[in-house]
């Protein structure tokens, strides 16, 4: 029975896996693409089909356990965001040369303009590099569409196929038609099992040649008999426009309010890479121009121009309009094409009477965030060993860099640790401090660490244990059941001194940390601190029998914890004086604990919070 | 040149915490079920909690448009209707206002966090939004949605019901709430 659902970008990669009898999912989890996974698990659950997860701790991990399942027969499913692209690219370069078994497909979150990430990266230039089929969907039905199809393209030309989806159409909705009985006709894994090929799998010395040569000739071969795309409007036009993604909507919307029908003809690629030459050929035959509308950098108009070198007579513009960076959006197409056919009709811009500045909400921690106490007690720490010059503090992405004036960079994950190695190798003077979450440690923070023993520094690491991997949907760590034991781990690999502290006790962090920073070699602060949107039931009960104040007769007005601890739920009333939020507060005492004035107070249901405390249920 | 139009935009928008997704996720489905087209996109950013959020949303009641091949996103000046949580992010889709545009939002002010530009804030961000001389109507919902629901969060349903109930969007105020409350687990 088929019917009609309402679905976002991941559900509808979900969906369309499922129904795929996909039964290997790996993936590292990253927004815009964090909620396929959970997506496809509910599916099995709900469908009781077995498929196997890898919650995998990097990209890297991802994709080589996806390539292995794939080796055996069974159908893999890869997620991860743009920047997982470069911690993948190793074994994704060797991927086309082994070449898959069952179909596989890589799903890639991207994010132009930023909106849910540090950076904005281009993963399209990887693509001549991996020579592997690439779908960009421009809706959500398309999303559903193109990743079954991207099985069948995968298996017939035994290659795993990429598609790129951007942060905007991931989280858009559409309504797709799905079977709410027997949706899968696979529900077991594949019996045919890992089958040696050593000609493939053993890429060396003249092998590795032969099948590079190979996967240039199949990717050619799918250029020639594949073409994945769609025209509208004039194709007399002597106006051609060229789309892929999300820009693909605002085109066709512009042409159609501005009525440009007659005057345009529009082509969009959905399968992005290889191009089919003659198709490209034909569009332009009768143009004279050509306008590639794409975002980010000008990878279809860079291959559109290689193709098409010494082969035809148009002119092809595309990024000396549009920048590459940001993301285009739909004025940006709109005042552009009213532009180019210099319309004199209303033009779409704001009111010029609503001239005032809107401020932006800058990033803070969630209210009794443990990464909030932790910063502060690290500000204080630095502060007072500021004589000998400004101490540095290298971030990593992540909940933790959520205010992002707390730390000297925030790069890609890692960084923390990566940059302050090479600053403490050359001797500075200042204090240096790196940071990362526990995500980022097991995801490579862990070998970096293990390199600065190697190389005998003097680096001292601080680790933001919440005990999930937060930022992307409280994804599951390896200290989240307790069941990794840091302090052995770290001395294992040999690192000189290990602490562990909690970011709620500031007193017992503080003089920590004050230790370890006279220790010299490798030294690791491990800060524990449940993420507080992970607080259990019970927390919740005892919470709302706890009511912290602000004693006004003993306030100092010093603003620590308003201006330094910055808890959202300390709301400033007038003359330096403050409350707490009740509704806002999460009672995580760190206030109390920082109040230099003893200033913060509770009011505690005693009689009740001992019933909670004492009675038994989740803890 | 005359510019067609021929769907109705909307703007929900609020800070982490406020229900933004969920109200959208509502509105979404209550179109659907009404044998209409809708997409757009939700915008969370990178916060977990208290930074701007908003959804856009397109629905085209004829069904015979290829509704897909349309943007996700909304022109400025061309808001038709406009549900702000928190009065900051009303102000922040000025752009967007036309002088048609309706706008639903709820005075109770969460100030921005701006570390040390304080004086960037605004004295009073409903009067702000008034003075932008469009369709306004403002109260305190989230105080409503305790008072009714027990519920803060409801405050956008009050909204919405609001909107409904003034034909700002062509949608029974009876269903969005069904959707609300039965949907409050499944969401
Ligand atoms: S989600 Fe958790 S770790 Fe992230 S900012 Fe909020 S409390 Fe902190
Ligand atoms: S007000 Fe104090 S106890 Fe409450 S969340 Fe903020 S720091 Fe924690």
Wanted: glycine share 8%; hydrophobic share 40%; proline share 4%.
């Amino acid at each position: 029975m088929m019917e009609q659902i309402l679905v976002d970008g991941n559900e509808a990669v979900a969906w369309a896996a499922f129904e795929s009898n996909v039964t290997f999912l790996s993936h590292y989890p990253g927004s815009p693409v964090n909620k396929i996974a959970p997506k496809l698990f509910e599916l099995s659950k709900k469908f009781n089909s077995e498929i196997k997860f890898n919650d995998a701790l990097n990209e890297h991990v991802a994709t080589l356990s996806a390539q292995g399942a794939s080796l055996c027969g069974a159908r893999s499913l890869v997620v991860m965001k743009h920047v997982g692209m470069n911690i993948a690219a190793d074994p994704l370069n060797y991927l086309g040369l082994t070449g898959v078994v069952g179909g596989m497909l890589i799903v890639v979150g991207t994010d132009p303009g930023a909106s849910c990430s540090t950076g904005e990266e281009d993963p399209h230039w990887y693509i001549p590099q991996l020579n592997f089929p690439v779908f960009e969907p421009t809706s959500v039905r398309e999303i559903f569409e193109l990743t079954k199809k991207s099985y069948l393209l995968s298996e017939k030309y035994k290659l795993p196929c990429l598609m790129f989806i951007p942060a905007s159409l991931c989280n858009n909705h559409s309504t797709i038609s799905v079977s709410m009985s027997v949706s899968r006709t696979v529900d077991k894994l594949p019996a045919n099992m890992f089958k040696k090929n050593f000609n493939l799998y053993v890429n060396v010395g003249t092998r590795s040649v032969i099948n590079n040569k190979n996967l240039f000739e199949k990717i050619w071969k799918i250029a020639q008999e594949n073409i994945c795309a769609k025209s509208f409007f004039s194709k007399n036009s002597k106006i051609g426009i060229i789309t892929r993604g999300a820009t693909f909507g605002h085109v066709f919307e512009s042409v159609e309010r501005l009525g440009l029908y007659d005057l345009i003809h529009l082509l969009n690629y959905d399968l992005v890479f290889p191009l089919n030459k003659d198709d490209v050929l034909d569009f332009v035959s009768n143009k004279d121009e050509v306008i590639v509308i794409e975002d980010q950098g000008g990878f279809l108009e860079n291959q559109i121009k290689n193709l098409l070198y010494n082969h035809a007579n148009v002119k092809i513009y595309g990024k000396n309009y549009f920048p590459p960076y940001g993301e285009i959006s739909f004025a940006m197409v709109y005042n552009f094409l009213q532009n180019y056919f210099s319309f004199t009709c209303s033009k779409n811009v704001a009111d010029s009477n609503l001239k005032f500045e809107v401020p932006e909400r800058l990033g803070v921690f969630c209210e009794g965030c443990p990464h909030r106490s932790s910063f502060f007690i690290i500000d204080k720490v630095l502060k007072e060993h500021a004589s000998i010059g400004p101490s540095i503090i290298g971030g990593d992405i992540g909940c933790s860099s959520l205010p992002p004036q707390r730390a000297d960079w925030l790069l890609c994950m890692n960084a923390g640790i990566g940059i302050a190695q090479g600053i403490v190798q050359l001797g500075t003077e200042q204090l240096v401090i790196s940071t990362g979450g526990d995500g980022s440690f097991f995801h490579g923070g862990l070998i970096s660490l293990i390199s600065a023993v190697h190389n005998k520094l003097n680096l001292l690491h601080i680790v933001l244990d919440n005990e999930y991997i937060a930022m992307t949907g409280h994804q599951l760590s390896p200290t989240s059941k307790n069941s990794t034991k840091h302090v052995k781990l770290l001395k294992a690999v040999g690192v000189d001194h290990v602490l562990t502290t909690n970011a709620f006790r500031p007193k017992d962090y503080e003089r920590k940390l004050e230790k370890l920073i006279k220790f010299s070699g490798v030294r690791v602060l491990w800060v524990k601190g449940k993420c507080a949107k992970m607080r259990s039931r019970k927390y919740k009960e005892v919470k709302s029998l706890v009511h912290p104040f602000i004693n006004y007769k003993k306030c100092g007005k010093c603003t620590i914890c308003y201006s330094e601890l910055q808890c959202p739920a300390i709301v400033k009333k007038t003359g330096n004086t403050f409350s707490i939020s009740l509704e806002q507060c999460q009672r995580c005492g760190v206030c109390k604990s920082i109040c230099p004035n003893g200033a913060v107070s509770r009011k505690i249901n005693t009689k009740d919070l001992f019933k909670v405390i004492f009675s038994n249920g989740q803890q | 040149m005359k510019i067609k139009k021929n769907n109705i935009n909307i703007i929900i928008a609020g800070i982490g915490g406020q229900g933004v997704g969920h109200l959208s996720r509502c509105l979404w489905t209550l179109v659907v079920r009404s044998g209409h087209n809708v997409h757009g996109s939700f915008v969370k950013g990178g916060a977990q909690s208290l930074g701007s959020i908003y959804s856009t949303m397109r629905i085209f009641v004829d069904k015979n448009i290829q509704y897909e091949n349309y943007s996700h996103q909304i022109l400025e000046n061309d808001l038709d209707l406009l549900i702000a949580l928190e009065p900051y992010e009303s102000l922040r889709y000025k752009n967007f206002f036309n002088d048609e545009t309706k706008i639903i939002c709820s005075t109770n002010i969460v100030k921005p966090w701006v570390g040390p530009l304080e004086n960037c804030l605004f004295e009073d961000p409903v009067a702000v939004l008034f003075s932008c001389g469009r369709d306004v109507i403002a109260k305190d919902f989230q105080a409503l949605a305790i008072q009714k629901h027990n519920n803060v969060k409801a405050a956008g349903l009050e909204m919405m019901i609001i909107a409904m109930e003034n034909n700002f969007i062509p949608y029974n105020a009876k269903e969005i709430k069904e959707i609300y409350w039965s949907s409050l687990k499944t969401f």
